[in-house]
């Protein structure tokens, strides 16, 4: 079982920065990608950046650019740098985990909301 706690959602003005951190403990151990998804009132769910255990990286395009995905395996954290904030990134965001133990397995963080203010 994993365990993952976010932080650093808030409130900023267009144009600002944040950084969501994601915490992950217990089987650590089994650890392989991690990512960031979100999701907007009434619209479904998204990939918002992505890295695998090689540390390749994948982005929304509408991201591109502006955010950042970065881990820590010994901290077991990963990140995600917000920069040059848009009002169309308001949403919750949610880490997912995958692991690999007889299969395959994902885990989601509580989310957390960043609101962007015009």
């Known amino acids: 079982q994993v365990q993952l706690v976010e932080s650093g959602g808030g409130l900023v003005q267009a144009g600002g920065a944040l950084r969501l951190s994601c915490a992950a403990s217990g089987s650590t151990f089994s650890i392989n990608a991690m990512g960031w998804y979100r999701q907007a009132p009434g619209k479904q769910r998204e990939l918002v950046a992505a890295v695998s255990n090689g540390g390749n990286t994948n982005y929304a395009d509408s991201v591109k650019g502006r955010f950042t995905i970065s881990r820590d395996n010994a901290k077991n954290t990963v990140y995600l740098q917000m920069d040059s904030l848009k009002p169309e990134d308001t949403a919750v965001y949610y880490c997912?985990?995958?692991?690999?133990?007889?299969?395959?397995?994902?885990?989601w963080g509580q989310g957390t909301q960043v609101t962007v203010s015009s």
């Open positions: 997912n985990v995958e692991t690999r133990t007889f299969g395959t397995r994902y885990y």
